[in-house]
């Protein structure tokens, strides 16, 4: 049985609370600002009139905000001073609360660009999690294409439609939250499919039968045991090109004046990504040469 997410819940259309960046200009009430201390600390604040936030260096006053540029700076009564900013998506990520661990933005931002998802396109998603990539596809399909996400957990799938609300301030109309199982799908064809669960072999043949021709096959898994599987199921299918599979390390840098050498933390894996097209129906795909292991 499958259950949508409700477009009329009362959170809907509230104010301005939301933080697509759609929104810009001076900071309203309603808003939801970064702010960022002289140590880089990040605090998040809904703006309301006559509000405070309290920090350990003092309060903010909400007042001294509204009205003001983004990128301004405001002083607490203790004298310190802090950056405000409105969230980016990357920020709004890795600060949301989740139940599912969420797909990272440097994992999100492979998916969007080797998936090529673009305006218009129609999406399925399986495994919507805590939201966090709903955001990004959303997002990226703009209001001429679709998603459709499918979440297996009745609290993962609270947690996804609380978080894509809060972001976009409603519940987009291109988006169709479905608690369920992907081999409920029994819609129309779509042009790229992402695959975020456990045994994402198990869904190969539904996957097969509702991508377009030409679509992308996105994988997201954390082991390279389910790597391995996977690569090797779609491989059998016979209908897809040569599977790519990488993994991406990403490593800040310390650049002050001459001192320039890499951070003492960097994130490492997360998961493993993999790509592959869908041939068109009849067409076997060309044998990949590989040499011969040694032995």
């Known amino acids: 049985m499958v259950r949508r997410a409700s477009s009329t819940s009362g959170e809907r259309g509230e104010g301005r609370q939301h933080l697509s960046s759609t929104v810009s200009g001076e900071f309203q009430p309603g808003d939801r600002v970064q702010l960022t201390d002289p140590k880089g600390r990040k605090y998040t604040v809904v703006l309301e009139k006559g509000g405070e936030y309290h920090t350990h260096r003092g309060a903010l006053a909400h007042d001294d905000l509204i009205g003001q540029p983004e990128g301004s700076v405001v002083v607490s009564a203790g004298g310190t001073s802090f950056l405000a900013l409105r969230p980016l998506l990357a920020d709004y990520v890795l600060s949301m609360p989740r139940g599912a661990q969420v797909i990272y933005p440097k994992d999100a931002a492979q998916i969007l660009m080797w998936g090529d998802i673009r ?22 399909v703009g209001p001429e294409g679709s998603v459709t996400s499918y979440e297996v957990r009745e609290d993962h799938h609270e947690h996804a439609e609380r978080n894509v609300k809060r972001f976009f301030g409603e519940i987009p109309e291109n988006w169709d939250l479905r608690l369920g199982d992907l081999l409920e799908y029994d819609g129309e064809p779509v042009d790229r499919i992402v695959l975020d669960m456990l045994a994402p072999w198990d869904v190969l043949e539904l996957v097969k039968e509702k991508l377009l021709p030409g679509g992308v096959l996105i994988v997201y898994v954390a082991t390279t045991t389910q790597l391995s599987r996977v690569t090797e199921a779609i491989r059998e299918q016979q209908n897809w090109t040569e599977p790519q599979a990488w993994e991406t390390l990403l490593r800040p840098w310390h650049v002050v004046g001459m001192a320039v050498r890499p951070e003492h933390r960097m994130v490492a894996h997360t998961a493993f990504l993999l790509t592959s097209r869908r041939l068109a129906d009849g067409v076997t795909p060309p044998r990949v040469q590989r040499r011969p292991s040694k032995g």
């Not at 218009?120 to 997002?139: D, I, N, P």
């Open 119 to 140: 305006p218009g396109a129609k999406v399925l998603e399986a495994g919507a999690g805590s939201g966090a990539l709903s955001c990004s596809l959303l997002r990226a």
